[in-house]
């Protein structure tokens, strides 16, 4: 059973064997091109097979978000954007105060500036601003844009930086306001759907903080030990609650997966420093107070993925109790906080230079090592992110992978920064088929040297997943245009696979 709180004491731990494990599958592997780290375009890094892939993807175009030169007309001077924070680290305002956006829960607005919205063409929405193309070649256009401005974030102008760091605007599905609104109503319904339907335990304390709880949300069988999936909710620390955190849980407890929410205190009453603490406390408690976990599997959105990354740096010796977490899922985050200092984001946040970059998970990836050989980790990031977002997820799992972890990078087309979580409460999603699976211990077959993952459903509302070897050469350009065809019945199908190029690169397997 997985014993409610108090009545379930640390040391009641079965002295019996551990749970058993399922064996481990092949090993998720994915080697993004060599990158430099931080900072450094990763663009010229790129081998000459990748231009070929986009331009055969079609809408499977997750180069359009790999940085470029910025023209030098669109510099900011170099060093503007560190040089512009006072000395409390914050950086000089904008444009006069933020008009009232869509209330969160809490009270707290949560939307980017006016006035600095992107151009109405971005969303498909509204007028385009004069010049720009109109129909099919305004998406284009927009790509192009990405593709041929983005550039390192020190040498973004501060607008450029806001836009870049305010996922709303990117969304195709609504207007900015909208996206926001819709995310927070899906996601609070999604709640009360699971809570209304599940056996739970709300409201557990895991300290003494007003947002220090968590909720649980149990299996219908859980005589036995089970898998629990923590997740920890986003909205840029200053939005949301874990009572919009159970929409997930009625898809997974249906698999035998348990489903944890957790509470947090978000800002202006919560600190970063204190964020951190507070998720890793309530990893701890979790382990001290359930005995019937069998493994722990994270999973954080936007702002909560930085914190669940940053749950994996942690040097568990002060918590007296090393949480078994076997698998992370990180969707769409931020693990680089300096480019946020910038932005209206850091204006309930406060944070200084220093307490960004000491909670930048990036900045503490070789913490992590010690604990890396047992924990799978999965990187997901959205077409629809903003280029920053992507090239933030793009970097870290390169870090995480460079310094030992298991980690896979997952692009999932056609999605953005919203409903690439709000599915999760969706049986057939790809994410939500491959946390189950993960759960689970089972093999994932994303074992290709070189993988990116593409998931057709949205469109197609189906449940395969087409897996993209990016391998380079005469193959994937093949691959893409099979993928592109939109191939109901797997790669290996289609005549075109059994070229042997193609089948090299098509290696892809369904999930379901
Ligand atoms: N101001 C942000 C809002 C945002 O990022 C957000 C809103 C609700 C839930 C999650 C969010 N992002 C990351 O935590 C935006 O413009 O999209």
Same mark, same amino acid.
């Given at each position: 059973?997985?014993?409610?709180? @108090? ?61 470029? #030169? ?39 607005? @949560? ?5 600095? %919205? ?52 990117? #969304? ?13 109503? !899906?996601? %609070? ?30 299996? !219908? ?6 898998? *629990? ?15 919009? &955190? ?29 964020? !951190? ?15 019937? /976990? ?67 998970? /990036? ?5 992590? =090592?010690? !604990?890396?050989?047992?924990?799978? *980790?999965? *990187? ?5 992110? &903003? ?5 933030? &997820? ?30 999760? #409460? ?24 070189? =993988? ?27 691959? &893409? ?32």
């Amino acid at each position: 059973m997985f014993t409610p709180l @108090l009545t379930d004491r640390p040391t009641d731990r079965p002295t019996d064997s551990p749970p058993a494990r399922a064996p481990p599958g092949r090993p998720i592997r994915y080697s993004l091109e060599p990158t430099d780290r931080r900072r450094r375009p990763i663009r010229a890094e790129l081998s000459p097979q990748r231009r070929p892939i986009r331009a055969q993807a079609g809408e499977f175009s997750f180069l359009a978000a790999l940085p470029r #030169s910025v023209p030098p007309s669109r510099r900011a001077p170099r060093g503007a954007l560190t040089s512009s924070l006072n000395p409390q680290g914050q950086r000089p305002q904008l444009c006069p105060a933020a008009r009232p956006g869509p209330a969160c829960p809490g009270g707290q607005w @949560l939307r980017a500036r006016p006035g600095l %919205t992107r151009h109405p063409a971005a969303n498909g929405r509204g007028a385009a601003p004069p010049g720009a193309p109109t129909g099919p070649g305004r998406q284009r256009q927009r790509d192009r844009v990405v593709e041929e401005e983005m550039g390192r974030w020190q040498d973004m102008d501060l607008e450029e930086l806001e836009e870049q760091y305010s996922p709303s605007r990117w #969304s195709r599905r609504m207007d900015s306001e909208s996206v926001i609104q819709a995310h927070i109503d !899906v996601m %609070t319904a999604g709640t009360q759907k699971a809570q209304a339907a599940a056996r739970t335990s709300l409201h557990i304390p895991y300290g003494d903080g007003d947002g220090e709880k968590l909720d649980i949300y149990f299996p !219908v069988d859980s005589s036995e030990t089970f898998p *629990v999936f923590v997740y920890i909710h986003g909205g840029y620390w200053q939005c949301l609650s874990k009572d919009a &955190s159970g929409f997930a849980a009625p898809a997974l407890l249906s698999q035998g997966i348990a489903v944890v929410a957790m509470g947090y205190d978000i800002a202006p009453k919560g600190h970063m420093d204190v964020m !951190v603490l507070q998720v890793r406390r309530s990893l701890a408690f979790l382990v001290k107070q359930y005995h019937r /976990i069998r493994g722990i599997y994270l999973c954080g959105h936007s702002a909560g993925a930085h914190l669940a990354a940053m749950v994996l740096s942690t040097d568990w010796t002060e918590f007296g109790v090393v949480p078994d977490i076997r698998g992370a899922i990180l969707v769409s985050g931020v693990y680089d906080l300096e480019p946020l200092l910038h932005t209206y984001v850091n204006d309930a946040l406060n944070m200084s230079l220093e307490v960004a970059q000491r909670n930048s998970p /990036i900045l503490c990836v070789t913490q992590a =090592v010690p !604990v890396a050989a047992s924990c799978e *980790v999965l *990187v997901a990031v959205a077409q629809h992110d &903003s280029p920053e977002f992507r090239r933030q &997820s793009q970097e870290y799992s390169q870090a995480l992978r460079s310094a030992g972890w298991s980690v896979s990078l997952l692009d999932l087309a056609s999605v953005d920064h919203f409903d690439i979580i709000e599915k999760l #409460s969706e049986e057939t999603y790809v994410l939500t088929q491959v946390c189950a699976e993960l759960c689970w211990g089972r093999p994932l077959h994303f074992h290709h040297h070189d =993988v990116r993952l593409y998931s057709r459903q949205a469109d197609r509302a189906e449940r395969r997943v087409q897996l993209l070897d990016a391998c380079g050469g005469a193959g994937c350009q093949a691959a &893409s245009s099979v993928l592109q065809q939109g191939l109901d019945s797997g790669t290996a199908a289609h005549p075109q696979a059994q070229d042997p190029a193609v089948h090299r690169a098509c290696r892809g397997a369904t999930l379901c």
